[in-house]
């Protein structure tokens, strides 16, 4: 069974860290492009950030850049997303998704084939 499992949600404060971690099971993922996406309550899922198969390029929405960092590590199957500076914005929930294509629409939600369940992030003011 394929499964991506986020974790590493919750609740912080303004101007808080948080990072979240995606595992991947039942298939490599070593060659797909990652991505996070969120979407919070009321809006549309959105693009937050994206990983290359081999790190080698990282890509991030405008309103996260400079404060959230993406990253991987193949042998353990995992993605992270190091977020900085948090804001009340921000909160959403945080789904990492799969593109085994690679294809290069690395910000549209259409391209991923694998979805986790999502980690809740909730920024307090």
């Known amino acids: 069974q394929v499964q991506l499992v986020e974790s590493g949600g919750g609740l912080v404060p303004a101007g808080g860290s948080l990072r979240l971690s995606c595992a991947g099971s039942g298939r490599t993922f070593s060659t797909d492009t990652m991505g996070w996406f969120r979407q919070a309550p009321g809006k549309e899922r959105e693009f937050v950030s994206s990983i290359t198969w081999n790190g080698g390029r990282t890509y991030y929405a405008d309103s996260v850049k400079g404060r959230f960092t993406i990253s991987r590590d193949n042998a353990k199957r995992t993605v992270y997303l190091r977020m900085n500076s948090l804001k009340p914005e921000d909160t959403a929930i945080y789904y990492c998704?799969?593109?085994?294509?690679?294809?290069?629409?690395?910000?549209?939600?259409?391209?991923?084939?694998?979805w986790g369940q999502g980690t809740p992030v909730t920024v307090s003011s």
């Open positions: 998704a799969a593109d085994p294509s690679r294809s290069y629409n690395y910000d549209r939600s259409y391209a991923y084939n694998y």
